[in-house]
């Protein structure tokens, strides 16, 4: 609506996947629209990566703790403990009705990035929603068909801070800045970003 601050639903199974999928995008919002109201929610956020999640939040949305909302189900036993993920839906149904979801790819072979997307499309029926994408060892990334060019000091500040921020994960040979930028140099190649970078989604249903 206009002259209404635009509220965006970021949704991630895990602590790092929402600065992963679309944390240029979000930086690139709040750029265009300082006034966006975001709503963060990550579904397996223990340990330390509670903190790293925390710091996630508040290093691209500028959120503190009281808007960010963490959960602390088991890394890859989602599917499993279904019940208790979807009633987490059920809240934020009754709590927010948003502009803007981004939430995990529905062909994304990680069963818990899989769930999330399921769950998303299940309760948000009427709402606009990208499904980002996330590089991983499966070789799962497709052809998306939503893309956002990026200026380059974003892209570099996105792969900076995620490097910086989820300090546990850099151990895994693939978590490094240099992943991140490839990838988002191969879809501002696709859509012809000006910039050469961007990043890129996937949207099932859009209505006009």
Known sequence: MPGRALRILCLGAHSDDIEIGCGGTI?????????????????SAAGVREAEALRGAESFAGLT??????RKFRDGFMPFEGAEVKA?????????????????????????HRLI?????????DHLILEY??????????RPNV???????????KAQWIFETFESQRTKRWFQERTFLSLMRLRGMECNAPSGIGEAFYCRKITL
């Open 88 to 112: 987490v839906f059920e809240e934020l149904k009754s709590a927010i009705s948003p502009d803007l979801i981004f939430t995990h790819n529905r062909d994304d072979v990680h069963q818990d």
């Open 147 to 157: 893309y956002v060019p990026l200026k380059p000091e974003l892209g570099q500040t």
């Open 133 to 142: 994408e996330i590089p991983k060892y499966d070789g799962d990334i497709g």
């Open 117 to 125: 997307a399921e769950l998303t499309w299940q309760t948000f029926r």
């Open 27 to 43: 930086l690139h919002l709040r750029e265009q629209h300082p006034n966006c109201a975001f709503e963060w929610v990550v579904f």
């Open 65 to 70: 703790r009281e808007r960010v909302a963490l």
